[in-house]
Nanobody, 115 residues
Framework: QVQLVESGGGLVQAGRSLRLSCAAS????????MGWYRQAPGKQRELVAT???????DYTDSVKGRCTISRDSAKSTVYLQMNTLRPEDTAVYYC?????????WGQGTQVTVFS
């Protein structure tokens, strides 16, 4: 079992920044991928960014150049730095942990961007 606890969401004006954090605990594999997904009202959950345990990253096109995913392996924590936020970034953001044996989700944190 892997537990994920997210923090850092909130209400922010367009053009500003937010940093999301996700702390993992439990049976964490040395080889894993952690990431952020988001779900806006009436839409399907979509990938935002992922990072592997070796540091490889992937981003959805709409956030490239504006967001940076990073991780602190010693703390089993992943971060998502989001800059130049847009109203269309408004969604519930979910942390994900995936390994060969497990696929876990956090409870989600709301990000609301107003213009």
């Amino acid at each position: 079992q892997v537990q994920l606890v997210e923090s850092g969401g909130g209400l922010v004006q367009a053009g500003r920044s937010l940093r999301l954090s996700c702390a993992a605990s439990g049976s964490i594999s040395s080889s894993n991928t952690m990431g952020w997904y988001r779900q806006a009202p009436g839409k399907q959950r979509e990938l935002v960014a992922t990072i592997t345990s070796s540091g490889g990253t992937d981003y959805t096109d709409s956030v490239k150049g504006r967001c940076t995913i990073s991780r602190d392996s010693a703390k089993s924590t992943v971060y998502l730095q989001m800059n130049t936020l847009r109203p269309e970034d408004t969604a519930v953001y979910y942390c994900n942990y995936r390994s060969r044996w497990r696929n876990s989700w956090g409870q989600g944190t709301q990000v609301t961007v107003f213009s």
